[in-house]
């Protein structure tokens, strides 16, 4: 007996082929959309994914299939956040009588404050240190000696973990440096973002053939699906448990401006000493511990106490995929909110959040001075527009722009009246507050805040307001084009 496909003419089995690849594919189509709708993330993330997955679907399935999908609650990111979490709670513990008593010293200091340290001890995210001495460090010219007299020092160990390290002029001279520390028997650990780090050229080849520990986080050779989304967005270097340094500068010869490069990079890091230093090392360590599975005790000379007095109170503020909570983004909202008089924030890539949106908003509306500098010219078109298109709300609310025009501002800081100052390697969108890991520093000392006050009105002179009336008016074929980019800020 002869099949039903026995009859069909070739044109026939054309259209059968047809009619069934296009069911099948309409099924994808409605399984990915409802599971993203199962995953019950952000709506306007979610309706992001909806539309390219509709408008272009063989792309739309590649961007959700490599970008979309959710994968902090994937065992691997489970793990690595319940084994941190513990790590924590013990340190937590064994520092809780002294925690409790910064926090009433911090609140005679301080006054509202303390209630952003408040709830970041509550949420287990962070621990508020006193003793330290905490120094400013702008651009590339004075972060870079800084570290290499730091590294040259080094007794014990020397621990680095960055989202980008090149093999350039700064790469290559911390390469050298950290090789000559081994051979005088220094421990020397490293972890670097495998696409962050696209330019690192023979770095881990030439550190690990002289004794280091040599780590690429999340390496997309080896699970490109898995990895790609989630990076380490950190830098962060230790030395010998007691000098610390972290913020938003990379190692790489661009953030150096003596002429070599055409762009003049704005950038801010700091330097620490003191007990911040402890909970430094206890991100960096848990990093490591992700990528190398090692364990390290909470004990000299790891972890040890400071030297010095003081009350610069601080505290590290770290998120990741693996994160209960988007911690920075609650960081930054809680810091808006506390805000007094006046809140200044520097960020190169601009695309908020609807809560911190609001939150500049309502700032700027109760009479607060709110300050933004943002880069003229970002190093990304999409990311650039879609910033643009946040600009007219925030005007309209009385939130004062500039456009910083000597080069590309990089920095990512805030400050806060003239006591809460914050560096970090967080840009205000959606890949800093819930993919990357990210980390920051919150510093309550007014002497900090003032020299960040400071620097900040040094930014302005190199920087054009933004008037209100001439935005409205703008190219409309400019405004359309933010507009489309502003689609696409849910994937971004």
């Avoid at 509202?112 to 003793?131: G, P």
Wanted: hydrophobic letters at 45%; one cysteine or more.
């Amino acid at each position: 007996m002869k099949t039903l496909i026995g009859y069909l003419t070739g044109s026939e089995w054309h259209i059968y082929v047809k009619i069934g690849s296009t069911v099948l594919l309409m099924l994808i189509f409605i399984g990915l959309i409802a599971t993203i709708l199962l995953e019950n993330r952000n709506p306007v993330k979610a309706i992001g994914y909806i539309l390219v997955l509709v408008f272009i679907p063989v792309v739309g399935l590649i961007v959700y299939y490599y970008l979309g999908r959710d994968l902090r609650k994937k065992r691997r990111f489970t793990l690595k956040g319940s084994k941190d979490e513990v790590l924590f709670s013990q340190y937590w513990e064994s520092q809780r009588p002294q925690i409790e008593q910064m926090q009433i010293e911090l609140r005679k200091q301080s006054g509202n404050k303390q209630e952003l340290s408040a709830m970041l001890l509550n949420t287990r995210q962070s621990i508020l240190s006193k003793n330290n001495s905490v120094q400013l460090l702008i651009n590339g010219e004075e972060k870079f000696p800084a570290v290499y007299s730091a590294l040259q020092a080094a007794k014990h160990h020397i621990h680095i973990e960055y989202y980008m390290i090149s093999a350039d002029d700064v790469g290559n001279k911390v390469t050298e440096i950290l090789i000559e520390k081994l051979k005088q028997g220094v421990q020397v650990r490293f972890l670097y973002d495998d696409m962050g780090s696209d330019r690192i050229g023979d770095i881990p080849k030439r550190l690990k053939a002289h004794g280091a520990s040599v780590y690429p986080f999340s390496p997309v050779l080896v699970d490109f699906y898995l990895n790609a989304n989630y990076r380490n967005h950190r830098k962060i270097i230790v030395v010998d448990g007691k000098v610390g340094f972290v913020g938003g500068i990379n190692l790489d010869e661009r953030y150096i401006n003596n002429g070599k490069h055409t762009t003049f990079w704005r950038d801010t890091h700091l330097k620490m000493e003191g007990d911040a230093v402890n909970i430094l090392q206890l991100q960096f360590l848990m990093s490591y511990r992700y990528c190398s599975k090692e364990v390290f005790p909470f004990a000299e000379p790891f972890f040890g106490r400071s030297g010095l007095t003081g009350t610069c109170f601080t505290d590290i503020v770290a998120s990741g995929p693996d994160s209960e909570w988007p911690v920075a983004m609650q960081s930054i909202l809680m810091a808006i909110n506390i805000a007094k008089r006046r809140i200044r924030i520097s960020n190169p890539y601009f695309i908020p959040t609807e809560e911190l949106l609001t939150a500049l908003q309502m700032a700027a509306l109760a009479g607060k001075d709110v300050q933004l500098i943002l880069p003229l010219k970002g190093d990304s078109y999409i990311v650039q527009h879609a910033a643009l298109s946040y600009l007219k709300p925030l005007l309209a609310a009385g939130v004062k722009i500039f456009f910083y025009t000597r080069g590309f501002i990089h920095a990512k800081t805030m400050v806060i009246d003239d006591n809460l100052a914050w560096v970090s390697s967080v840009n205000f969108d959606n890949r800093s507050f819930y993919l990357n890991c990210e980390i920051g520093a919150l510093v309550y000392d007014n002497e900090v805040a003032t020299k960040l006050n400071r620097i900040f009105e040094e930014d302005l002179l190199y920087s054009v307001p933004v008037q209100e009336t001439r935005w409205n008016k703008r190219n409309v074929l400019k405004r359309f084009m933010d507009a489309v980019c502003r689609l696409l800020t849910p994937l971004l």
